[in-house]
């Protein structure tokens, strides 16, 4: 099995449910890389510790049929924290 550390950036987007929430997609590439580590039932979400600037937290990524790749959700307080907006390229650390 590959590392379990990746780095990469992607943009920052907000989906405009009844409750917005903000994301990362992932680059394919990286998400290729992902892949081997997914859950084998469920979701098939992969656990992580995702790192921005000076702030980390645990959370999952999520496949999105859409992209082909894994979604990063990126919580409030991340964004307060280090001062992200939609539309934001974001440098983050990833492990699994």
Excluded at 22 to 49: C, M, N, Q, W
Excluded at 52 to 75: H, N, R
Aim: glycine share 6%; with cysteine; proline share 5%.
């Amino acid at each position: 099995m590959e590392s379990n550390t990746f780095v990469t950036s992607a943009i920052l987007w907000k989906y405009g449910g009844p409750v917005s929430w903000y994301f990362l997609t992932l680059p394919t590439e990286v998400a290729d890389r992902i892949r081997p580590h997914a859950a084998k039932v469920g979701f098939r979400s992969v656990r992580v510790k995702a790192c921005v600037g000076d702030t980390t937290w645990k959370t999952s990524l999520f496949p999105d049929k859409k992209s082909g790749s894994y979604l990063l959700p990126v919580k409030a307080e991340v964004r307060k924290k280090e001062l992200l907006q939609e539309g934001a390229e974001v440098l983050v650390f990833l492990e699994i």
